[in-house]
């Protein structure tokens, strides 16, 4: 836990955004917890504070360089990225899934060869949607050069290639579903996140 992310996680719990029980993540994976921040960013004025803190963090990383634009996938790193991108005074973009489940680009966003882009997500698991999101920069001929979340749940074990910063270091174990002891002992998995199951 780092000092200044310990107000975010006593934010989480006191918005019941810090779920306690059997949850298959987005990433297939299951574990005991569950971090749903659409229940903290349900409230504006903590989005835009996120956002700030965030920003601020993302300045510290890259010794001051303000992105050309702000970019997330949909639909879990919208409202921070949108926050973090507003806290840069700059653009923002977010990738979604097309109908062969790649991320992409879609409603006629664009990016430009050469532009220089933080990708922002809610909460880091796996890294996986923010390597896809970096996939999608990158095969446009533009650079992720720094990424950020409000929250890390991996314990600072994902690795993405690019310099990372999170508001809030937590572990939370999970679990391959078939190697999970909460599914060992019988108890209903349930989903909620914003992917079908
Ligand atoms: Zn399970």
Redesign the pocket.
């Known amino acids: 836990m780092t000092p200044q992310g310990e107000p975010v996680l006593k934010l989480f719990k006191q918005t019941g955004a810090y779920l306690q029980g ?1 949850f ?1 993540l987005s990433s297939g994976l ?1 574990s005991s917890g569950y971090l749903q921040s659409a229940l903290v960013l349900q409230y504006p004025q903590y989005a835009e504070r996120l956002g700030e803190d965030l920003a601020s963090a993302l300045l510290t990383l890259t010794k001051g360089e303000t992105p050309g634009l702000v970019i997330s996938p949909a639909l879990g790193g919208l409202i921070v990225g949108h926050e973090v991108a507003r806290a840069f005074g700059v653009r923002f973009l977010f990738t979604e899934r097309d109908a062969d489940r790649k991320m992409s680009l879609r409603r006629g966003f664009s990016l430009s060869p050469g532009e220089r882009v933080i990708v922002i997500e809610d909460v880091i698991t796996t890294g996986g949607s923010t390597r896809e999101v970096i996939d999608v920069v990158q095969a446009a001929g533009a650079t992720a050069f720094a990424a950020g979340s409000i929250i890390d749940r991996s314990g600072g074990a994902v690795e993405l290639g690019i310099p990372r910063v999170a508001l809030e270091t937590l572990t939370v174990p999970v ?1 391959q ?1 078939d190697e ?4 060992l002992k019988g ?1 209903p ?1 349930t989903k909620p996140g914003s992917r079908p199951v």
């Open positions: 059997h298959r299951h679990y579903p999970c002891p909460l599914c108890e998995v």
